[in-house]
């Protein structure tokens, strides 16, 4: 029986040694954390967004970077094969608006208890607070891996499922690009994505905690649009979060060296200019005795109202019934389009996935072993791709993880 080590006990790294293990391979996962899956365990704020049912076409769409490499990956395992292997492991599934996959229980440790128990029944060999120093290489092909402490294990192949650089904390600390570096591979520059952007506008203190929903957010680099997309809004302390800003940044975070971006929130992107004219001139027949900060209430949060005055310069004492029509116009502008200045990304440990990683261009798209060095493998986020928010991530390193794992066994 041939031995495959794999390097990283995520989601790519468990789904990999399962199905090397499946496939009749002599299986040992290396974790160097005390257990299996913490990054599992945070996403999707805990409950672990396992998957999306869309179809595999739509699945493609929302991934962000590198989208062709993961054509066979995303097609020799699905996302329903994915939804069926955890139904399988005793994790039943939900599904939610947005077509976002959840395990019933809403508890990220079910996925992971369901991922162990397949491991042990596989007949995994697992090994916790495990640090790899290196891969070993003679003649072009992978013979084991260097552990820190100095021991070397043999190995006919080896799967280097270590994660990125966001969330240090659960173990992603870059230590796959080491690895690949010693064995000549290129990695790409790294940036932290799906994460909040931090902001020039002071306002944004004054709003911390104030969630939008059902608004429109259009990034733009001087004339051209990086993203267009809907949904809702989060202020922080120094900028803005939330499912909407956090796929807009799969589009800017690499985009800020190059020159300004700006990011236009329009507040009420069903009706038009005019129709929400109408609408505050409505508003404003009802509070014609009421000061114009008062006459906002049916408009907007309370916490938005004195900001959006501040914006549109309309004195804020001002009787509504002396607001002239271009006052009003200047009003629309402004909830049609509030313009915020982005001034960088938050940091890798405030994001959900790295940007960035080993060069596809020296990866088999069609079994994830290296190019360069045979025996060598590759899956997860530690690979040059990434998605938009919504399970597409997760399903790229189940799916890379699986074939890794399938075809390192059927090599060896």
């Given amino acids: 029986m041939k031995k495959i080590i794999v390097i990283g006990g995520g989601a790519a790294g468990m789904l990999a040694a399962i199905a090397a293990a499946e496939a009749g391979a002599d299986v040992l996962l290396l974790e160097k954390n005390e257990k299996l899956g913490k990054k599992?365990?945070?996403?999707?704020?805990?409950?672990?967004?396992?998957?999306?049912?869309?179809?595999?076409?739509?699945?493609?769409?929302?991934?962000?970077?590198?989208?062709?490499?993961?054509?066979?990956?995303?097609?020799?395992?699905?996302?329903?094969?994915?939804?069926?292997?955890?139904e399988?492991?005793?994790?039943?599934?939900?599904?939610?608006?947005?077509?976002?996959?959840?395990?019933?229980?809403?508890?990220s440790s079910d996925v992971i208890n369901g991922l162990v128990k397949r491991l042990k029944q596989a007949g995994v060999t697992i090994k916790l607070n495990t640090t790899v120093n290196k891969v070993c290489v003679?003649?072009?092909?992978?013979?084991?891996?260097?552990?820190?402490?100095?021991?070397?294990?043999?190995?006919?192949?080896?799967?280097v499922a270590t994660g990125g650089?966001?969330?240090?904390?659960?173990?992603?600390?870059?230590?796959?690009?080491?690895?690949?570096?010693?064995?000549?591979?290129?990695?790409?520059?790294?940036?932290p994505s799906l994460v909040g952007l931090k902001i020039t506008e002071p306002f944004a203190k004054e709003l911390e905690g104030l969630s939008l929903k059902n608004v429109t957010l259009k990034a733009v680099q001087g004339?051209?649009?990086?993203?267009?997309?809907?949904?809702?809004?989060?202020?922080?302390?120094?900028?803005?979060?939330?499912?909407?800003?956090?796929?807009?940044?799969?589009?800017?975070?690499d985009k800020l060296q190059q020159g300004e971006v700006r990011v236009l929130l329009d507040l009420k992107p069903a009706l038009s200019k005019e129709e929400l004219d109408a609408r505050i001139l409505r508003d404003f027949e009802e509070a014609k005795n009421k000061q114009f900060r008062n006459a906002l209430d049916k408009l907007l949060p309370q916490r938005l109202i004195r900001v959006i005055i501040g914006l549109c310069g309309i004195p804020e004492e001002k009787q509504v019934n002396s607001v002239t029509k271009q006052e009003r116009a200047v009003l629309v502008d402004v909830l049609k389009g509030i313009e915020l200045h982005i001034k960088k990304t938050g940091g890798f440990n405030e994001a959900v996935i790295t940007r960035g990683g080993i060069s596809v261009?020296?990866?088999?798209?069609?079994?994830?072993?290296?190019?360069?060095?045979?025996?060598?493998?590759?899956?997860?986020?530690?690979?040059?791709?990434?998605?938009?928010?919504?399970?597409?991530?997760?399903q790229i390193a189940w799916s890379t993880g699986y074939l890794a794992g399938g075809c390192a066994a059927e090599e060896v």
């Fill in 40 to 86: 599992i365990y945070i996403t999707g704020k805990g409950r672990c967004n396992v998957t999306n049912a869309c179809d595999t076409e739509d699945l493609l769409k929302n991934v962000v970077t590198n989208r062709r490499f993961l054509y066979s990956a995303l097609y020799a395992f699905t996302n329903l094969q994915t939804m069926e292997f955890f």
């Fill in 361 to 394: 261009k020296e990866v088999n798209p069609s079994t994830m072993e290296s190019k360069l060095t045979k025996g060598l493998y590759f899956a997860g986020e530690v690979l040059d791709v990434d998605a938009l928010t919504g399970g597409y991530n997760l």
């Fill in 138 to 159: 003679e003649g072009g092909s992978v013979t084991g891996v260097e552990l820190q402490s100095g021991e070397r294990l043999s190995g006919d192949a080896c799967i």
């Fill in 165 to 191: 650089l966001s969330y240090a904390s659960t173990g992603s600390t870059g230590d796959g690009y080491t690895f690949a570096k010693l064995c000549g591979h290129t990695v790409t520059d790294c940036y």
């Fill in 88 to 107: 399988e492991c005793g994790v039943p599934l939900k599904v939610e608006r947005g077509e976002r996959v959840f395990p019933v229980s809403d508890k």
């Fill in 223 to 253: 004339k051209k649009v990086l993203y267009d997309g809907f949904g809702e809004l989060l202020f922080t302390a120094d900028g803005i979060s939330g499912p909407l800003v956090l796929s807009a940044s799969a589009a800017v975070t």
